[in-house]
């Protein structure tokens, strides 16, 4: 990218989109039209999430929206948050983290537990060079000048679709996260399971 021409955040992410989603469609994914912004996911800042993807039923507009965490600035960083909530767009949040998320996400180079995959490194040699050619992420972290103190969330799993939370008791959390009633999906693991 050349040096005189900076682009703006919301340009950076998009062009970033635009970029993952040619990688994508190296390996027959059809990335669909998605929003993108720099916000807090639905966690806030007290959460882990630094991505979020909400799915087309949940969005009026019809389309996946995403969020990349304000608490990020690096750009490799959020190239690799980029193409991990765009494997939830590709399969509209139907699968949460499980098979058919795993395997869009290890054909595309993804790697790691499946709810924190980050790219391996032939596809972090490719961040880089996407990174290198439309310039650094336009965005400086926020860094909350106050830690909010909260009570230890206690462990519960919440469908990605429709949001029906189930509380978890401890003695089942190696067991994982129940299949959701209403959407016959794999739950996400929320709250504290450790």
């Given at each position: 990218?050349?040096?005189?021409?900076?682009?703006?955040?919301?340009?950076?992410?998009?062009?970033?989109?635009?970029?993952?989603?040619?990688?994508?469609?190296?390996?027959?994914?059809?990335?669909?039209?998605?929003?993108?912004?720099?916000?807090?996911?639905?966690?806030?800042?007290?959460?882990?999430?630094?991505?979020?993807?909400?799915?087309?039923?949940?969005?009026?507009?019809?389309?996946?929206?995403?969020?990349?965490?304000?608490?990020?600035?690096?750009?490799?960083?959020?190239?690799?948050?980029?193409?991990?909530?765009?494997?939830?767009?590709?399969?509209?949040?139907?699968?949460?983290?499980?098979?058919?998320?795993?395997?869009?996400?290890?054909?595309?180079?993804?790697?790691?537990?499946?709810?924190?995959?980050?790219?391996?490194?032939e596809l972090g040699k490719r961040v880089k060079l996407?990174?290198?050619?439309?310039?650094?992420?336009?965005?400086?972290?926020?860094?909350?000048?106050?830690?909010?103190?909260?009570?230890?969330?206690?462990?519960?799993?919440?469908?990605?679709?429709?949001?029906?939370?189930?509380?978890?008791?401890?003695?089942?959390?190696?067991?994982?996260?129940?299949?959701?009633?209403?959407?016959?999906?794999?739950?996400?693991?929320?709250?504290?399971?450790?």
């Amino acid at each position: 990218m050349n040096d005189a021409i900076q682009i703006g955040r919301q340009t950076w992410l998009e062009t970033a989109v635009t970029y993952a989603s040619a990688e994508f469609k190296k390996h027959g994914f059809a990335v669909p039209e998605v929003r993108i912004s720099c916000g807090f996911p639905s966690t806030g800042q007290r959460g882990s999430r630094i991505g979020e993807c909400w799915s087309t039923k949940i969005c009026s507009c019809g389309l996946n929206e995403i969020f990349v965490s304000p608490l990020i600035d690096d750009s490799d960083e959020v190239l690799g948050v980029i193409f991990h909530e765009l494997v939830h767009a590709v399969d509209d949040c139907k699968s949460g983290h499980g098979a058919a998320f795993k395997k869009i996400a290890t054909t595309i180079g993804l790697t790691g537990k499946m709810i924190h995959a980050h790219p391996n490194d032939e596809l972090g040699k490719r961040v880089k060079l996407i990174v290198a050619e439309i310039g650094p992420y336009p965005h400086k972290r926020l860094i909350p000048k106050t830690r909010i103190t909260i009570k230890r969330q206690r462990p519960y799993a919440e469908c990605s679709e429709c949001g029906y939370r189930v509380p978890m008791l401890k003695k089942f959390l190696d067991v994982g996260p129940p299949i959701c009633p209403k959407d016959n999906i794999m739950m996400m693991p929320e709250g504290h399971w450790d």
